[in-house]
């Protein structure tokens, strides 16, 4: 259908006021990514619409022409405009310099000029071919260049839509919402020009692009105010996981399923000796030891040592398959964790065990096979001491087989057995302590870290004990996958001052507690996922409660540090 | 206040709680105009029209829709311009600041929608129509908004620039109140049109000064160099009064060298001896709003003047 002159020249003229209205609204949200291009998109449209409005309205031919001449600048702003929008919103701007704006810009710069320069040349012609009875001018414009700026802007539209399109897929509602605003925005002119140049859109001569664009403002006024373009923006989404990757503390190599290395962060290539330019595009199997650590199917368990001696480092690589939607295999991830403390720290602990387990048993049973052939009060005092000592180092001891437990792996043994292993120990050690037991029915598996935490309860609770009938009360309860060990004694209870120093989690020369068992309790229960806690009990004494889940349940692994 | 009414049992009681009710809410939804009307700058547009009708008058020119246009500009520049320095016009302003930052999103799309509307209404006049409405914008983006200084640390905004800042606004202004009901009409530039455009030059540069006398700490701290800020409110008062009396004799002479009929200077003298009595005001008066909406306000009593007078002949 063939719309009337005054309802085209109607519409055009609300495609300008909207187009400004939408323009003054984006111009007010700078500098947020996008803002900057959309105004010039929406300014290029208004003024090619309103380029034809004074087409239609000048009395001289002349004048018709040199407005539809003038008509070219806001034609050929659109598509740059539009690209530029789209490569900034989608957070892909860095792709935008100075060099990559004037090559967009250099076609439609060619376009206006040869547009302006019309009647000398025939690669663009803008000429009078008809005059209507009311007036009306009919104008045709073509020529080679014509088809090369209309293919360029066809072109810069799709380079646009594909970004934009990639945010229809968003999980955000609002950036679906925008992202399907704007490629109607962008399509519905498109889409008109095309059928207006293939000549299936019939008009009164009048290029209905401009009118179209009203429809776009609408779309792009929609994105700005119902869908918070400006407000909710995807920009960030994409750089910031390209900065996770390059600025990871891991290092992390992409290889696809070619074996070729498609990506690898600064930090992967800082440990591997690699230059990053030089290893994209390159077979891993040339830089990397495609055997060993870097195995796709997960390789052996052997950490990947780079450097020798003092400065060698450790990386425990870990392997993830990239896979399509459909679950085929894309490529692999390995990623470099650095486990060098670790493995130091664990070395250290193992020298501190022997010296805790073999030198100072040896050495303390010498001081107290010599206290016992002197004799006598201060020899008693001498080996009472020398017990002390021996303690202690066992209680350190229990310290690092915690810590060992915790990074070898998560041993286990059933609730019951543990805890008569306990009581058993403690019974024998403070036989004048009545010990009472409440067992549940259930008798899960439970880690062994366990029974360092419950030894350490139970002893703690016999031995400040001073009463006439000391009593220990040990109830377990096992609900919902997690066990709950409750130790209530009637004893002196814990000094405040010592569980303020076990809240606070670390001790200074000032302010330290008197013995390390409570710090067992504390380190067992959260290698164990679980917590503790701590009551008064009536009419004397502590209520411990200890919580956490049974073995093989979600949650209790061996949490190495 | 109301409850205490509503418990009275007698009828009457009920029959004047209801009328106390009608008249506080007559009295309430008065107070919420005038808040909207002198908040969002609504009330210049009333004064802008009015502005390019007395252009109509003195030049003779037919109806056209740039009073419209004036208004809607009017509206987008100085709403928008409220919007934009919401936050800094807290401490001089705080009422007008709060209602602003209230209705931030509704007055942003309605400046905005009234920009688009006179845009697409002055195409109608023509391009030198859409060029002088395009004008105000344009003027607005060098003069308040941080567009200029994104160009380079040499850049500042207009806004902060002594004289400058007010003689943009006036220039943008005149050029819009007299050249858009021209451009519509398709009136050629003549003597009286160059006198009116003097005017309102001169007469829009000392309304723009008498509101920063309010501003003058605000401005100060943000270096916005203006003439109270300069010059202090005293030698402000008498810049005023001296751009004043130079209006007076530029009237004047445009009446005894022809170009002015004796109806319209009369008008217009009536309207800057009303000016000059306001200029005392300024830096004694604490009533800053009142006083600047007194000085926009001279523009109406200029137009009913006109239309007495111009009844009476």
């Known amino acids: 259908m063939l719309l009337p002159t005054t309802t085209v020249v109607l519409l055009l003229y609300a495609s300008v006021a909207i187009g400004v209205t939408a323009a003054v609204l984006a111009w007010r949200r700078r500098p947020n990514p996008g803002t900057g291009p959309l105004v010039w998109l929406l300014v290029g449209q208004s003024w090619w619409s309103t380029c034809i409005l004074f087409t239609l309205s000048a009395d001289a031919v002349g004048e018709q022409l040199l407005w539809t001449k003038l008509g070219w600048i806001g034609v050929m702003i659109v598509p740059v405009a539009w690209v530029l929008f789209a490569l900034e919103y989608t957070g892909r701007d860095e792709r935008i310099t100075r060099r990559s704006v004037v090559a967009l810009s250099v076609v439609p710069a060619l376009t206006v000029l040869l547009a302006l320069t019309a009647p000398s040349h025939d690669l663009l012609y803008v000429r009078v071919i008809d005059r209507a009875g009311d007036g009306l001018v009919l104008i045709e414009q073509g020529g080679v260049w014509y088809v090369v700026a209309a293919v360029y802007t066809y072109l810069l539209g799709v380079v646009g839509i594909i970004p934009i399109v990639g945010v229809l897929s968003s999980r955000a509602a609002a950036f679906r919402g925008q992202s399907t605003a704007l490629v109607v925005g962008i399509v519905t002119p498109w889409a008109t020009n095309v059928l207006y140049n293939l000549g299936i859109l019939p008009s009164a001569g009048i290029d209905p692009t401009p009118i179209a664009f009203a429809v776009s403002g609408v779309a792009y006024l929609s994105a700005i105010d119902r869908f918070r373009m400006f407000g909710a923006n995807p920009a960030p989404t994409l750089r910031a996981r390209e900065f996770l990757f390059d600025h990871i503390h891991e290092g992390a190599i992409v290889v696809d399923e070619n074996g070729t290395i498609v990506d690898i962060n600064e930090t992967a290539a800082a440990v591997l000796g690699l230059d990053v330019d030089r290893a994209l595009g390159t077979p891993a199997a040339e830089l990397l030891p495609t055997d060993g650590a870097f195995r796709t199917d997960g390789g052996d368990d052997d950490f990947l040592i780079v450097g020798s001696d003092s400065t060698s480092r450790s990386y425990d690589v870990t392997v993830t398959g990239i896979t399509d939607r459909h679950g085929r295999t894309l490529g692999h991830v390995f990623t470099l964790h650095e486990v060098t403390q670790y493995l130091r720290q664990q070395q250290r602990l193992t020298v501190l065990n022997r010296v805790l387990r073999h030198n100072i048993r040896t050495e303390t049973n010498i001081i107290y096979g010599y206290a016992d052939r002197i004799g006598g009060r201060n020899a008693d005092t001498i080996k009472r001491h020398t017990t002390n000592i021996v303690d202690l180092s066992e209680k350190g001891r229990d310290a690092i087989e915690l810590f060992e437990d915790a990074m070898d792996g998560d041993r286990t043994q059933s609730l019951r057995e543990l805890l008569d292993a306990c009581l058993d120990d403690v019974r024998e050690r403070f036989p004048n302590v009545s010990f009472r037991t409440e067992y549940p029915e259930a008798d899960p598996p439970v880690s062994d870290v366990f029974g360092v935490v419950v030894g350490n309860l139970l002893e703690n609770a016999a031995a400040h004990n001073e009463g006439e009938t000391p009593r220990v009360v040990v109830t377990a309860e096992v609900d919902d996958g997690r066990l709950r060990v409750r130790v209530a004694d009637d004893g002196p209870g814990i000094d405040e001052y010592e569980l303020g120093v076990l809240e606070s989690g670390t001790e200074t020369p000032l302010r330290h507690g008197s013995g390390i068992g409570l710090w067992l309790v504390k380190w067992g229960t959260e290698i164990l996922d679980g917590s503790v806690s701590f009551e008064r009990n009536e009419p004397t004494g502590t209520v411990v409660t200890v919580t956490a889940p049974v073995a093989g349940s979600d949650g209790i692994r061996p949490d190495v540090p | ?313």
């Open chain 2, 1 to 313: 206040m109301a409850s205490k009414t509503n418990e009275s049992t007698v009828a009457t009681g009920h029959a004047v709680s209801r009328r106390t009710g009608l008249t506080a809410s007559i009295v309430d939804v008065g107070y919420r105009t005038k808040d909207v009307l002198t908040y969002s700058s609504a009330y210049l547009v009333f004064i802008a029209m009015i502005e390019v009708l007395t252009v109509h008058a003195v030049l003779s020119l037919p109806v056209n829709p740039a009073p419209v246009v004036v208004g809607l500009v009017t509206f987008s520049v100085y709403a928008g311009d409220r919007i934009a320095d919401a936050s800094s016009d807290e401490p001089a302003s705080p009422e007008r600041s709060a209602f602003v930052t209230r209705h931030r999103t509704l007055l942003s799309v309605l400046t905005a929608i009234a920009y688009g509307v006179a845009i697409a209404v002055s195409i109608t006049g023509g391009p030198l129509a859409l060029a002088i409405t395009l004008l105000p914008g344009a003027f607005w983006i060098l003069y308040a908004s941080d567009w200029l200084p994104t160009l380079g640390a040499y850049f500042k905004r207009l806004k902060e620039v002594l004289i400058v800042n007010s003689a943009i606004v006036a220039g943008a202004w005149a050029i819009a109140v007299v050249g858009l009901p021209m451009a519509f009409a398709d009136a050629s530039l003549t003597p009286l049109a160059g006198v009116l455009f003097g005017y309102f030059f001169l007469d829009t540069f000392v309304n723009t000064e008498i509101p920063n006398v309010r501003d003058v700490d605000v401005d100060e701290a943000l270096g916005v160099s203006t003439m109270p800020v300069v010059f202090g409110i005293r030698r402000t008062r008498r810049i005023l009064y001296a751009l004043d009396l130079l209006l007076v004799a530029f009237v004047c002479l445009a009446l005894f060298s022809g170009v002015l009929s004796v109806t319209f200077a009369v008008a217009i003298l009536a309207g800057l001896a009303y000016a000059l009595a306001l200029a005392w005001f300024v830096g004694r008066s604490d009533a800053h709003g009142r006083l600047a909406i007194a000085g926009e306000a001279k523009h109406l009593v200029v137009f009913a003047l006109i239309l007495v007078l111009s009844a009476g002949i």
